[in-house]
T-cell receptor
Framework: SQQGEEDPQALSIQEGENATMNCSYK?????LQWYRQNSGRGLVHLIL?????REKHSGRLRVTLDTSKKSSSLLITASRAADTASYFC????????????FGTGTRLQVFP | ETGVTQSPTHLIKTRGQQVTLRCSSQ?????VSWYQQALGQGPQFIFQ???????GRGNFPPRFSGLQFPNYSSELNVNALELDDSALYLC?????????????FGPGTRLTVL
């Protein structure tokens, strides 16, 4: 079963705009990660945020985590056509940090 | 590039057949996990191997089995294939040093069951 739900399911924006994706999850976690997937291929790790962190930045990516609401958001600033992909949040199962539980994903389309 | 490779890239089988998928992890990555990703869905955890022993299993029947070898390669075997087994199968390895929470995924094997 899926742990998380991403919102929106699909997002279309123009190059240069910001893209925000949200993720909600159900159980307590040690950390939450965001992954990117191009055209049904392998997953690329983007960023990890631990349960005691509230915000983290990596290049054009900004991730927030609200453990009280069991939610996270991924912001991609100044988007590029190359950012077109599916984005998934993944949480660990408490006590087993190697088992990832993925959400349903957000399909992002960035138009040039 | 994650350093994790999978073979084959694509595979077509018929219902009832058996299939073996292969994964080669980075040297030193002694934990490998397998995931099944149906079309339009997020990956679902099948099982994990650590030092050649199964170390956790998701909600998959026993006809899904695995092996891990000392050379950091692993296999996923599926017996008695069903149409619903059609999916992208991903393996991921974890480094025993640095951040053990980051998994490195291979490009996947797309299995089609007819």
């Amino acid at each position: 079963s899926q742990q998380g739900e991403e919102d929106p399911q699909a997002l279309s924006i123009q190059e240069g705009e910001n893209a925000t994706m949200n993720c909600s999850y159900k159980t307590s976690i040690n950390n939450l990660q965001w992954y990117r997937q191009n055209s049904g291929r392998g997953l690329v790790h983007l960023i990890l945020i631990r349960s005691n962190e509230r915000e983290k930045h990596s290049g054009r990516l900004r991730v927030t985590l609200d453990t009280s609401k069991k939610s996270s958001s991924l912001l991609i600033t100044a988007s590029r056509a190359a950012d077109t992909a599916s984005y998934f949040c993944a949480t660990d199962a408490r006590g087993n940090t190697d088992k990832l539980i993925f959400g349903t994903g957000t399909r992002l389309q960035v138009f040039p | 590039e994650t350093g994790v490779t999978q073979s084959p890239t694509h595979l077509i089988k018929t219902r009832g057949q058996q299939v073996t998928l292969r994964c080669s992890s980075q040297s030193g990555h002694n934990t490998v996990s397998w995931y099944q990703q149906a079309l339009g869905q997020g990956p679902q955890f099948i099982f994990q191997y650590y030092r050649e022993e199964e170390n956790g299993r998701g909600n998959f029947p026993p006809r899904f089995s695995g092996l891990q070898f000392p050379n950091y390669s692993s296999e996923l075997n599926v017996n008695a294939l069903e149409l619903d087994d059609s999916a992208l199968y991903l393996c991921a390895s974890t480094s025993p040093w640095g951040s053990t929470d980051t998994q490195y995924f291979g490009p996947g094997t797309r299995l089609t069951v007819l």
